[in-house]
């Protein structure tokens, strides 16, 4: 029965109508709630507007796979994919 | 008649944005005049997020005060380790900074069909794109004995103000080994995590200054947020203070006696030294007067772009809104006010609105040096809702390690009160 289902959904993908992306800079609009108008700050939480772009994927890689210890980060890296950390790097990166 | 009625709505909101007021040349010559009600969380972040985006966009926002007094971190005013004035937020910046025109005056009516919002003066303020963002009201009607009157003996301090410095001097003036008694209701309700944290810190205060003191929960729940951190830490810094009834235990509250601060429960009849009691709550009086509320209170809303399902051009967010999975708190409802500001945006331009990015944290203090969180990422979809992405996310670690995630956890929440505040007053 589970494979019959699983295989509907993967028959199904190609016909289903492309998601839409959510927007890079508003998923980084979200990261403002404690890090601050554009991501500027608010000490002790770390400013990240400007930062290298894969410092920044790295961190968030690192929390997301719990390499990095922190004490909210890794619960909220872990709901982003990959794709996203990319995204949500350059975008930071690309703030002043 | 619902049907034909909701059909109606849908297809003028699918038309009307585009063509009707902003496609004809005269008209879009105009600038766009988005009308923002409520000065909370949700309403300034929708304003400053609205002309960060658009410069050209009249924004107007209409709020009964001259400022906004904060919930989040009222309870610390309650503990005595924070003054109410440092909760004071006022319109000065979204003015001088960001252009937002200020209106002082309560919204009283609203004529979707008009698009129009009435307010307590009699003038009306025409609109293109309404966002209501009231917050909450409190059911003076729902437990018996429990009114405004009563309120002024019995603080219900579920909205800043007045209310926190009562129950702050009725602290005070309590005795030692006095019993504080603190009603909390059923959900949904304003800030799930707040009359735990409102119990700690209040627990803190009392064990530094009346140590004999009890507290007594009647809770209409049988969780709640945070549950399980916030037991072990009432366990491991107020041993024995803290009494906390469940709905399942005779926790509901039946009715209150003011006069005599006592409160009947299933539990049994009890007498406190001081009572709070945080009755049930609605979206604020302005969205259901406008006809924007279901028959429970709240306003449903399109989970992608917080649409109002009863009026078209109007978006509804923050404690008001019916949103699925998310808290009513401050920061879903600086989340929400952003997807919105980029949903009307996008609509002014005639393009679709991308998806919504959603997000919340929910910090509380057990004690100044003692914090916890919840925080979650949403995936909004119209079929779905609005539902936490999956396997991330949730609570703080039960237990703490070397880095000392309590003591960090502390001076987050100090940090992420600056920050939202500058994101949404800024």
């Known amino acids: 029965m589970k494979r019959v289902a699983s295989m509907a959904i993967v028959m199904a993908l190609p016909w289903a109508a492309p998601a839409l992306a959510q927007s890079p800079l508003a998923i980084v609009q979200t990261c403002y709630v404690c890090h601050g108008p554009d991501a500027r700050g608010a000490a002790p939480i770390a400013p990240l507007a400007g930062l290298p772009k894969d410092h920044l994927a790295r961190q968030m890689a690192d929390f997301k796979a719990d390499r990095r210890p922190g004490t909210i980060m890794n619960r909220i890296a872990k709901s982003y994919t990959d794709e996203q950390i990319g995204l949500i790097a350059e975008t930071l990166a690309a703030m002043k | 008649m619902l049907g034909t009625r909701r059909t109606f709505i849908r297809t003028a909101g699918a038309a009307g944005v585009g063509i009707a007021a902003f496609g004809a040349p005269a008209i879009a010559q105009a ?14 972040t929708a304003a400053r997020y609205l002309r960060l985006a658009n410069p050209k966009l ?12 904060t919930c989040p971190f009222s309870n610390y005013v309650l503990g005595g380790f924070r003054k109410l004035d440092d909760n004071v937020q006022t319109f000065d910046a979204l003015k001088s900074k960001h252009g937002v025109k200020v209106v002082k005056g309560e919204a009283t009516a609203i004529d979707t069909t008009a698009r129009s919002v009435t307010l307590g003066d009699g003038s009306k303020l025409a609109y293109d794109k309404l966002v209501v963002s009231p917050g909450i009201d409190l059911n003076f009607k729902a437990v ?18 007045a209310q926190t410095l009562l129950l702050r001097r009725q602290l005070e003036a309590m005795p ?43 809770d209409a729940k049988d969780a709640f947020s945070k549950q399980g ?16 009834v469940a709905g399942k235990d005779g926790g509901k509250v039946e009715s209150v006696d003011a006069a005599e601060l006592s409160v009947k429960a ?45 009026a078209a051009n109007v978006h509804v967010i923050g404690d008001a809104a019916i949103a699925g999975a998310m808290p009513k708190s401050g ?96």
């Open chain 2, 31 to 44: 600038a766009p005049r988005i009308v923002v009600v409520g000065g909370g969380f949700g309403g300034a």
């Open chain 2, 58 to 69: 009249d924004v107007t926002l209409v709020e009964r005060d001259d400022r906004f007094v």
């Open chain 2, 144 to 161: 018996p004995g429990y009114d405004e009157t009563a309120a002024e003996r019995m603080p219900h301090a579920w909205k800043a103000g």
């Open chain 2, 176 to 218: 030692d080994g006095g019993t504080f008694i603190v009603c909390a209701p059923d959900n949904p309700f304003r800030c799930p995590p707040g009359p735990y944290e409102r119990i700690s810190v209040v627990a803190w205060y009392l064990k530094n200054n009346k140590p004999k003191s009890k507290i007594l929960v009647f």
């Open chain 2, 229 to 244: 951190l916030f037991q072990a830490a009432w366990e491991s810094e107020y041993p024995g203070m803290i009494t906390w």
């Open chain 2, 266 to 310: 299933g539990f049994g009849t009890e007498k406190g030294a001081v009572v709070n009691f945080i009755p049930p709550q609605t979206a604020g009086r302005i969205a259901i007067a406008a006809g924007l509320a279901e028959a429970n209170g709240w306003c449903a809303v399109d989970p992608t772009t917080f649409a109002s399902r009863k």
């Open chain 2, 331 to 426: 920061s879903s409802a600086n989340t929400q006010a952003k997807v919105v500001a980029a949903a009307i945006v996008a609509g002014l331009e005639g393009k679709e609105a991308m998806p919504p990015a959603l997000f919340n944290v929910c910090y509380s203090l057990v004690s100044p040096d003692y914090g916890i969180s919840v925080t979650n990422v949403f995936a909004a979809t119209a079929d779905k809702g609005i539902v936490p992405v999956p396997n991330s996310g949730g609570v703080s670690v039960g237990k703490p390690t070397s880095m000392g995630e309590r003591k960090l956890e502390a001076e987050y929440t100090a940090a992420w009160y600056q920050a939202i505040v500058a994101d949404s007053w800024g």
